[in-house]
């Protein structure tokens, strides 16, 4: 590692422990040649994942767009942010268990829109009308008639 005073790259390990809620280790290092401590941080890295759009063009998976939509569609309803970044924890962790480098939008889509089904009906109509980008009335009226035939969902959440 390379000593932030002196730039010599001997150093040596004082003291190493968890750092930054158990994502990192952090290590108190020496230099040396100038004796000089510095902290050094080392974290996992994490496996880029492409998400493929509808048009084919591929972007860097970006959780806070889809927090942002989700937020969206929960409006006014009784769903907390944490519910909320709870889910997109637990999506972000199925891409990277996935093992897939890239993920078509699609599939990031019904996975949020099952997960509203299941929460709330209201944001999950709101979520599907932009996603599934309905033209018209007749759309919302047939994804209702839909939910009504599956039965209810629960409601709303926490």
Known sequence: MKCPYCGEQEDKVIDSRPGKGGEAIRRRRECLSCGRRFTTYEVVEKPEIMVVKKDGR????????????????????????????????????????????????????????????ELDAVAYVRFASVYREFKDVNDFVDELKMMQQKGPSSGSAP
């Open 58 to 117: 591929r972007e860097a998976w970006n959780p806070e767009k889809v927090r942002q939509g989700i937020i969206r569609a929960c409006e006014k309803r009784n769903i907390s942010i944490a519910v909320i970044d709870a889910f997109i924890e637990e999506l972000m962790q199925n891409l990277l268990e996935s093992g897939e480098k890239e993920i078509p939008s699609r599939s990031i889509g019904w996975q949020v829109m099952d997960w509203l089904r």
